[in-house]
């Protein structure tokens, strides 16, 4: 079984729709649980970066850290053809070696 | 400023020959991290520079792989006798020190192919 565990999609939706992007992971030790959006031939970037567990707002996004569960989520409103991309859910304990999941890719359409 | 960069941004080899990558961290960056993303694949680690420290080469998968940090700025990621195996893309990120876990800049990659 793999640390991070990730579906890889793709995922459709609709422009304006509600994207829940999501992770599980076994590993009790992670506290920094991070997302990143990956473009078609470019590297990954840092979306949304939240430490323990808990809830952070940016703009359209929002990330939700459940570690009782191990479960992390990514929510995008309003969703955007430009939000169509791979996102990465990344997480780390206090160390700075990252584990990824595999990624999912997602397709928002006109 | 100038962000990471890579290159060359594609390699085509032929099995068993060597291929060197390079990767150019942001100014000031005293950590450097390089990454391979297979298709399908998260990104996997590979090797971890800190500053003067001995680098982190535990997710380094065989002796083949080797890289080094010169002047504590430019790496080189060296795959001796490639295989078909290793074709992926190839990531270097970067951060600087006291950062925190996470806030690693990317650079484009580098796609190597093994014929």
């Known amino acids: 079984q793999k640390e991070v565990e990730q579906d890889p999609g793709p995922l459709s939706v609709p422009e304006g729709a509600i994207v829940s992007l999501n992770c599980t992971y076994s590993?009790?030790?992670?506290?920094?649980f991070m997302w990143y959006r990956q473009y078609s031939r470019k590297g990954p970037e840092l979306l949304m970066y939240t430490y323990s567990s808990g809830n952070k707002e940016d703009g359209r996004f929002t990330a939700q850290v459940d570690k009782s569960s191990k479960y992390i989520s990514l929510f995008i409103r309003d969703s955007q053809p430009s939000d169509s991309a791979t996102y990465l859910c990344a997480m780390s304990p206090y160390t700075d070696k990252l584990i990824f999941g595999t990624g999912t890719r997602l397709q928002v359409f006109p | 400023g100038a962000g990471v960069s890579q290159s060359p941004s594609n390699k085509v080899t032929e099995k068993g020959k060597d291929v060197e990558l390079r990767c150019d961290p942001i100014s000031g960056h005293t950590a450097l991290y390089w990454y391979r993303q297979s298709l399908g694949q998260g990104l996997e680690f590979l090797i971890y520079?800190?500053?003067?420290?001995?680098?982190?080469k535990s997710g380094l998968p065989s002796d083949r792989f080797s890289a080094e940090r010169t002047g504590g700025s430019v790496s080189t990621l060296t795959i001796q006798r490639t295989q078909q195996e290793d074709s992926a893309v190839y990531l270097c990120a970067s951060s600087q020190q006291g950062s925190g876990p996470g806030e690693q800049f990317f650079g484009p990659g580098t796609r190597l192919t093994v014929l």
């Open positions: 590993n009790s030790a992670f506290q920094y």
């Open positions: 520079f800190q500053g003067n420290s001995a680098p982190d």
